[in-house]
Nanobody, 117 residues
C-alpha cells in the first residue's frame, strides 16, 4: 500500500491550497485518516483527522481555516487550507489506518507547503 500526497506549493499569506492523498494497492477499506505537518526544526504535529464515519478533529491552530474530508470510494483524504499564514509553512504528511487482512498504519511521502510573500 502506498499513500501518494499532492497539492503542496508556494502560496501568499491569506491564500488557499488543497492537499490530496490517495491510497493505492491492496486496500479493503480505510479507517481513520489524517494530516500531520513538520516545520523546520520542529516535531511533527497533528493537523486534522477524520474517521471512516466522517467525524473530524483539528489542531487549535487550524480550526476555522482548514477542512479535512474524504472520499471512501477513492480511498482519498483531502485537506482544504484557507487563510494560510507563514506559520503554516511545513511538510505535510498524510496518514491512514488501512484494513487489509489486519489493520496497518501508513504514511505518505510528504508535500511541502510554503506560505510566503
Amino acid at each position: 500500500v502506498q499513500l501518494q500526497a499532492s497539492g503542496g506549493g508556494l502560496v501568499q499569506p491569506g491564500g488557499s491550497l488543497r492537499l490530496s492523498c490517495a491510497a493505492s494497492g491492496s486496500v479493503f477499506s480505510m479507517n481513520d485518516m489524517g494530516w500531520y505537518r513538520q516545520a523546520p526544526g520542529k516535531q511533527r504535529e497533528l493537523v486534522a483527522t477524520i474517521t471512516s464515519g466522517g467525524s473530524t478533529n483539528y489542531a487549535d491552530s487550524v480550526k476555522g481555516r482548514f477542512t479535512i474530508s474524504r472520499d471512501n470510494a477513492k480511498n482519498t483524504v483531502y485537506l482544504q487550507m484557507n487563510s494560510l499564514k507563514p506559520e503554516d509553512t511545513a511538510v505535510y504528511y498524510c496518514n491512514a489506518w488501512v484494513v487489509r487482512g489486519g489493520v496497518y498504519n501508513y504514511w505518505g511521502q510528504g508535500t511541502l507547503v510554503t506560505v510566503s510573500s
